[in-house]
């Protein structure tokens, strides 16, 4: 499987994907050495109050080379142009986030059987993918082309379907369900979000002047000296806050950035 048209193979592994992939396969090869490891960092949803760590790390665990081989593929062809686009620390939150909602899924609908493996995450990034480009070809073994959307709809619905009827084939459909439902809600609400800074963007432009009948000149003094520096300020890091946004994207934010923006909003529409 390989997407190729306007994107090709030009994106070289990027930070995240290299680490991931070296990640994955490290793990895999240790629980072949290690005994009981493999049991130690699965996903067991009976045990989770007991085990909280497997709920990041059976995302590394695979049941077979096989198993290892379809997702590492997934990652390598569909995580590069993902993180290239949002930056690293993104796609990592992005992944982990995905990885969980898999957990979580399996844990209220699976029972009490071990979760493992990387596919809830690479599923949310394939989701990603297709919602940054959707009609990009993505051609399975080099030859049947389908587009990236159409793709998604088909894995989701196979999972939801498998899910459904309790199919016994060993793979973790609601695993798979949960990647897919919390990219979707991530990326919804990232959305919704950047939509806001949008528009905070507009209300509160960089410059500080006003267009009059005759040229630009310096917008109209305060009535009070006081006011006029704290809004100066307070735009100042609006500003600040929004090229961060631009730079590293909303995870950047703390909880007091996240707090401004909010501020600010409230008190534009109050206006």
Partial sequence: MAYQGSFGFGWGLTTWVK???????????????????????????????????????????????????????????????????WGSREFLKYYLICGLGGAVLSFVFAGYG???????????????????????????????????????????????????????????HFAHLGGFAAGFLYLRLGDAFGQRVARLRKKFPKSRLTVVPGGAKPAPPEPRRRTRREEERLLDEVDRVLDKISASGLASLSAEERRLLDEVSRRYRQN
Wanted: charge should be positive; hydrophobic fraction near 65%.
């Fill in 114 to 172: 071990a979760v493992v493996g990387s596919s809830a995450a690479v599923f949310g990034i394939m989701l990603a993918f297709a919602m940054n480009w959707p009609e990009a070809p993505i051609y399975f073994w080099g030859i049947f082309p389908i587009k990236a959307k159409w793709l998604v709809l088909i894995l989701a619905g196979l999972s939801l379907f498998s899910a459904v009827t309790g199919t016994r084939d060993g793979v973790a």
């Fill in 19 to 85: 680490r991931l992939l070296i990640a994955n396969v490290a793990v895999f090869l240790l629980t072949l050495i290690v005994p009981g490891l493999f049991e130690f960092l699965a996903f067991v949803p009976g045990r989770v109050l007991a085990r909280p760590w497997t709920l990041v790390t059976y995302m590394f665990v695979h049941g077979g080379a096989l198993h290892l081989l379809f997702n590492m593929l997934g990652l390598f062809f569909f995580g590069p142009p993902i993180e290239a686009r």
